[in-house]
């Protein structure tokens, strides 16, 4: 028998595993497939298709709403009781549903507004396909279970047979518009096969009864959640958006390319973060010793990879032009950028553990502050910049709304006798 301390770290290491398979999955395989796409559609038209992606990554977080945190929270909190996990599961899925429909509008308004949404408008409508995909996908649930590795493999297996579909189904430029409905189907299917088995598999049915006012319940407390969470997505997302109103198709393209590669390594820290979510809502309210050992043993070694990880980018960044087949000068451009950005993920994971207990410690309107006025940043930062210097000034707000969040979130938390989790005293 293994001691608890070590299951804890056995639990921890299998979540993560399974998270970086189904993470993995939703940003590798479009890196697989960038450059057949910039070889079928040109560099202009993906650019039009990574907008639209970007584009949809705002919808996901309104019909997500932070359920990624606060229905993760529930659940691990509620394990062993069925009926109430299916009252967690039929308010989460409702609300999606709800919001769902809400975004939609939005979409077709902001259509009509954007000349660049207007003119692709089919793209635009069947990329929300995506969102329906990722709602599809209850992650949240198996999350907060701990049994991320039931969804895992269907996830998988959906989205290399979709994604095969693409060298299958994209032959030449008017056929862009489905590249990202095939993504989206990909994860529908998935989401509803790991829906039949998680009903299978924990014995979850599906409640009607006082839903309306469930729901209501739901977007009241996870309000602050979804501030935080659609903050962070308009300072991470809203790079690509704002620059393609300054920028040609060419530009935006090329800028799509070093942001997905710059940011691969960043994709580990949404999985580590998942990952120890449920592990940090535990140890946080015990005796600190038990977060400082987290701290040393865990999130240090992790934190050491992610840096390394970034310096190997910025050393071999002159080899991944090749990999796109691109010309002498979109390949200087692109190493520039990839450069430029590289270190954003090690600034990022710095403020992951201090920011995760002032969500465990119900102070999510204070963080959530932070992120608002980060967003605003990065906004402005943008709007100051990008006409000047193109995409080099887009990757230079991402530097400046970074390191402000980080260093921000970890000064909130140490200046918090109650939340401090470096000071420590034995």
């Known amino acids: 028998m293994l001691p608890e301390k070590y299951k804890e770290y056995s639990r921890i290491s299998k979540n993560f595993l399974s998270l970086v398979l189904l993470q993995g999955t939703n940003f590798v395989i479009p890196i697989l497939i960038i450059p057949y796409l910039i070889k079928t559609l040109g560099v202009d038209k993906y650019g039009i298709v990574a907008l639209a992606q970007t584009t949809m990554l705002y919808f996901f977080i309104i019909v997500d709403y932070g359920f990624s945190l606060s229905a993760v929270k529930e659940i691990s909190l509620n394990k062993n009781n069925i009926d109430k996990l299916s009252r967690i599961f039929s308010e989460v899925l409702i609300t999606k549903l709800v919001l769902a429909i809400l975004a939609f509008c939005i979409l077709v308004v902001c259509i009509q507004l954007h000349p660049k949404f207007r003119e692709n408008w089919v793209l635009f409508l069947l990329s929300y ?34 994604t095969g579909l693409i060298f299958f189904s994209i032959k030449k430029v008017d056929d862009a518009q489905w590249v990202n409905p095939l993504l989206g189907l990909g994860n529908i299917i998935a989401g509803i096969i790991s829906t039949l088995f998680l009903i299978r598999r ?11 006012k469930s729901v209501q319940y739901q977007l009241k407390s996870g309000f602050y959640y979804f501030i935080s969470n659609f903050s962070v997505s308009i300072y991470v997302n809203s790079n690509i958006v704002i620059l393609g109103l300054f920028a040609n198709d060419h530009v935006l393209g090329l800028y799509s390319i070093a942001e997905k590669i710059a940011m691969l390594t960043r994709q580990l820290l949404v999985v580590f973060s998942q990952a120890v979510y449920t592990h940090i809502c535990v140890i946080v309210t015990e005796a600190k010793e038990r977060m400082h050992a987290f701290l040393k043993k865990i999130f240090l070694p992790f934190f050491i990879l992610v840096t390394l990880g970034c310096g190997i980018l910025f050393i071999f960044a002159q080899l991944i032009p090749q990999y796109f087949g691109l010309n002498s000068i979109d390949s200087t451009s692109l190493v520039t950028l990839i450069r430029l950005i590289s270190f954003i993920p090690a600034i990022v994971c710095l403020n992951i553990p201090f920011y995760q207990v002032l969500l465990i410690h119900d102070n999510a309107k204070r963080g959530s502050k932070i992120l608002v006025i980060g967003a ?51």
């Open 129 to 162: 396909l995506m969102v329906i995909g990722q709602i599809a996908m209850p992650t949240w649930f198996f999350q907060g279970m701990d049994t991320m590795k039931y969804t895992t493999y269907t996830n998988l297996i959906a989205k290399v047979l979709f």
């Open 202 to 212: 924990f014995g979850i049915y599906f409640i009607t009864k006082g839903l309306w």
């Open 376 to 426: 605003v940043i990065c906004i402005l930062s943008n709007f100051i910049l990008t006409p000047y210097l193109s995409s080099i000034g887009t990757g230079i707000s991402m530097i400046i709304t970074e390191l402000f969040i980080t260093a921000s979130v970890i000064l909130l938390v140490e200046k918090s006798t109650d939340l401090a989790i470096i000071r420590y005293e034995k």
